[in-house]
């Protein structure tokens, strides 16, 4: 593997979620400055998830048209300009319109980069380089609300917003020094439009869809179990809220650490294998949550074990993804990334009906099933692929 390559993406792969969920520990210092309703605060994560999902759908087909290096420059350049402006932001309209350039700019770095990385890295080496791509996304989601919370401490809520942008630029940089552009045939004069029949393909290739709603399915268990988890702890058991970050951050750590051996696994037993092994294992943990009653230091067992499990089969899925249509491959992962996502925002909506009249145990009967159903998903995924070869 080109590590001189392979840094700057894995760089640029920690800024979206790092922007994403970072702010979160801005929100009440956000809400008591503007004097603003902690709701209407939090509509600032809302305003970034939003476009990174829908122009996600679309970015990896414009650079499948256009050169991809200028089309991951531009990202960089557009969440660098949305980071800087959020830092500048007088009140919370600003915000969230600057949170949206954001998010666009994100849109542009997530796909593409999985996308790449796949184009980087030998066949038989794929899979180990996807796990170091879920390492650089953990660090991200692990890292951001700590980082967001030294600076905001140390020098001001703005500079955090500051920092992204600069680590934004410093990524871009150091992309545009390591890559080759791509060189378009003479005469070939691509248009957005163009674009459509390119995101209309790959949407339509034999097992796209199938992963793309195993991921999505995925990520409402994994969510659902973090989020419900958290507010059942604090509302009805009133746990400190350390504790509560301490049982949930692990999940992440345990992620950062077994994300390349699962890469390793996928390649040398196969991805459908490892996918099937980490869903069993978090399938446990769920089951072992939803039929014993609450003590800290098993529960802090089962969520080490559960961020194992969710990470190896991230690190499967995601492999797969980038090796699917390897013709196709930038804006497939486009696709991919987008329904992924969309679990995200859909997992609290989707759970709340079983969380509200039924409490916890529902939501972890329901993230059991989401597994099941991703699960299937994935080995119909899979036999769709194989069919079309």
């Not at 792969?13 to 929100?27: D, F, N």
């Amino acid at each position: 593997m080109d590590l001189k390559k392979l840094i700057p993406l894995y760089l640029g792969a920690i800024i979206g979620p790092m922007g994403g969920i970072g702010i979160v520990t801005l929100i009440p210092v956000l809400s008591k400055i503007w004097a603003i309703d902690f709701g209407a605060a939090s509509l600032a994560i809302t305003f970034y998830m939003f476009p990174f999902v829908l122009v996600q759908l679309f970015s990896g087909s414009i650079a499948q048209l256009f050169d991809a290096r200028k089309t991951l420059l531009f990202g960089f350049i557009v969440y660098a300009l949305g980071g800087t402006l959020c830092g500048l932001s007088p009140n919370l309209w600003a915000l969230l319109g600057s949170r949206i350039i954001q998010g666009v700019g994100a849109a542009f770095l997530t796909p593409i980069i999985m996308a790449l990385i796949g184009e980087l890295v030998p066949a038989r080496h794929v899979g180990k380089a996807i796990g170091l791509l879920g390492v650089a996304y953990t660090m991200g989601v692990t890292l951001g609300p700590l980082i967001s919370g030294l600076i905001e401490v140390a020098y001001g809520w703005p500079w955090f917003f500051y920092f992204l942008g600069a680590l934004a630029v410093m990524a871009g940089l150091l992309y545009w020094f390591t890559s080759e552009p791509m060189e378009l045939a003479q005469g070939e004069r691509p248009h957005l439009l163009g674009a459509l029949p390119i995101f209309k393909e790959a949407l339509t290739r034999p097992g796209v869809l199938h992963l793309s709603f195993a991921a999505f399915s995925f990520f409402i268990a994994y969510i659902g179990i973090m989020t419900f988890t958290a507010d059942h702890l604090k509302t009805n058991l009133d746990l400190p809220s350390d504790e509560i970050g301490a049982l949930l951050s692990i999940t992440g750590f345990s992620g950062i650490i077994v994300s390349p051996i699962a890469g390793f696994l996928g390649d040398r037993l196969g991805r459908i294998k490892v996918f099937f092994g980490g869903a069993a294992i978090a399938l446990a943990c769920i089951g072992l949550m939803s039929s014993v009653s609450f003590s800290y230091w098993p529960y802090f067992v089962f969520f080490l074990l559960f961020g194992t499990g969710a990470a190896t089969a991230w690190t499967s899925l995601n492999t797969m993804a980038v090796q699917i249509s390897p013709e196709l491959r930038k804006p497939v992962t486009s696709v991919y990334n987008a329904i992924k996502f969309a679990g995200y925002a859909f997992s609290p909506v989707i759970l709340s009906f079983l969380y509200a009249p039924f409490h916890l145990r529902a939501v972890q009967w329901g993230c059991l099933g989401a597994i099941v159903i991703s699960a299937f998903l994935g080995s119909l995924a899979q036999k769709r692929e194989r069919e079309r070869r």
